[in-house]
Every structure is written in C-alpha cells, then in structure tokens.
C-alpha cells in the first residue's frame, strides 16, 4: 500500500513568485493535515481536512497561504505571494479517523524561497 | 496548552553506542508518535506508541501514559542514524499533534 506522497520533493522560488504544493493521502483516509518546520523550529500544525471539508485552519500563518482538498481526495497547497520566512519543510499527514488513530506522515517538501 | 518537552535536546555519540531520548508531556494524550527528521528534511515514521513497548530492529520505545513520558532506545547507532528526533501527541479529545521540541543527534564514525 501506498504511503503519504508529497510533491515535489524539493523546491527553490525567488521571493514573490508563487509554489503550490501537493499531498497524496493513504486512498481512503478522509482525514488529512499540514503541518510546517520553518527556521529549524518545532513542527507546527497548518490546517485539517475531513474530505474537502476544512474542520480547522487554525495554524494557516496569513492570507498568503490557500489549501485545498479537491474532491477529497489531493490536497494542495498554495503560496502566494511567497515570503523569504516561508522558507522550511511542509509535511503532510493522514489517518482513517481523527482520534484514537495513527496518522501517516509524508516526507515533506523542503521549500526555499530566495 | 500541553507542553511536550524533549531531553537531550542535543547529544553527539560515537557509531556504536546506545542511546535513550526522553519525551515528557503535560497532559492526557491518546496518541503518540515518534519520529526521525534526517539531515534532508524528509519525515520518517518511527513508532506509533500511545502505550507499551516496541520494538524494530535497533530500536525500542516505551510510553508509560499514565506518567506521561515515553521513551526512545537507539541501540549500536549508526550515521545514517544522525538527524533530529521528534515524538508529537494528541491531547485526549483533541485531534492535532503536537510535536516536541526534538532531540538532534549526531552520530561520528
């Protein structure tokens, strides 16, 4: 079975320019999230989808930033205008359910905004 | 909030050695995680260990819930072992993880 697969792996932008982002979940998990390491700082968490339902986005930073869950399927992540302090690792995570259940996490874009 | 504070927050060791990371947390949770950050970035899933104890290959944890800490066991390191150390919890009746403040371990051939 698949696991979370995040794309790309790795991406350089020069500051203003637009990224997006992309997370595969496990198929049939209807829970995904984002989570983020900026500056060699704690993992933070963005934002929680149950299906293309946003529960809580909480942890979104500020307008710049615009997820989505298309058919509840992918989800995408999109920076705009990017920010040099948006520099980091943005990982991906799903699980079956939202409580009492492990979430799989993928192994994140590293993002470098220059 | 809950507070999840990790210990060592750094620790350099030489391939071979054995090692313990500590995870303490301040309040019920019912999940936790460990996991490896490597020096790429990319986010390895460890052990999914909201109590008991595991085991896989050269590592073990141990979560004892109801004193709210867990446990990480690396046993003869290697290099590829270096990187940072994160375990994250769910606070009972919440769905978030919330990560520690991690342990980044160098490991010297």
Same mark, same amino acid.
């Given at each position: 079975?698949?696991?979370?697969?995040?794309?790309?792996?790795?991406?350089?932008?020069?500051?203003?320019?637009?990224?997006?982002?992309?997370?595969?979940?496990?198929?049939?998990?209807?829970?995904?999230?984002?989570?983020?390491?900026?500056?060699?700082?704690?993992?933070?968490?963005?934002?929680?989808?149950?299906?293309?339902?946003?529960?809580?986005?909480?942890?979104?930073?500020?307008?710049?930033?615009?997820?989505?869950?298309?058919?509840?399927?992918?989800?995408?992540?999109?920076?705009?205008?990017?920010?040099?302090?948006?520099?980091?690792?943005?990982?991906?995570?799903?699980?079956?359910?939202?409580?009492?259940?492990?979430?799989?996490?993928?192994?994140?874009?590293?993002?470098?905004?220059? | 909030?809950?507070?999840?504070?990790?210990?060592?927050?750094?620790?350099?060791?030489?391939?071979?050695?054995?090692?313990?990371?500590?995870?303490?947390?301040?309040?019920?949770?019912?999940?936790?995680?460990?996991?490896?950050?490597?020096?790429?970035?990319?986010?390895?899933? +460890?052990?999914?260990?909201? @109590?008991? #104890?595991?085991?896989? $290959?050269?590592?073990?944890?141990?979560? !004892?819930?109801?004193?709210? &800490?867990?446990? +990480?066991?690396?046993?003869? @390191?290697? #290099?590829?072992?270096? $990187?940072?150390?994160?375990?994250?919890? !769910?606070?009972?009746?919440? &769905?978030?993880?919330?990560?520690?403040?991690?342990?980044?371990?160098?490991?010297?051939?």
């Amino acid at each position: 079975e698949a696991g979370v697969t995040q794309f790309p792996s790795h991406s350089v932008i020069e500051k203003g320019q637009t990224v997006t982002l992309r997370c595969d979940p496990i198929s049939g998990h209807d829970n995904l999230y984002w989570y983020r390491r900026v500056m060699g700082k704690e993992i933070k968490f963005l934002l929680h989808f149950v299906k293309e339902s946003k529960q809580d986005e909480s942890g979104m930073p500020n307008n710049r930033f615009l997820a989505e869950r298309t058919g509840g399927t992918y989800s995408t992540l999109k920076v705009q205008p990017a920010e040099l302090e948006d520099s980091g690792v943005y990982f991906c995570a799903s699980s079956p359910g939202y409580m009492n259940t492990e979430a799989f996490f993928g192994q994140g874009t590293r993002l470098t905004v220059v | 909030g809950i507070q999840v504070e990790q210990s060592p927050p750094d620790l350099i060791l030489q391939e071979g050695a054995n090692s313990t990371l500590r995870c303490n947390f301040s309040d019920s949770v019912n999940n936790l995680q460990w996991f490896h950050q490597n020096p790429w970035g990319q986010l390895i899933n +460890l052990f999914y260990i909201p @109590s008991g #104890t595991k085991q896989n $290959g050269r590592l073990s944890a141990t979560t !004892v819930a109801t004193e709210r &800490y867990s446990l +990480l066991y690396i046993s003869s @390191s290697q #290099t590829t072992d270096s $990187g940072v150390y994160f375990c994250a919890v !769910v606070v009972s009746g919440t &769905y978030k993880y919330i990560f520690g403040t991690g342990t980044r371990l160098k490991v010297l051939a």
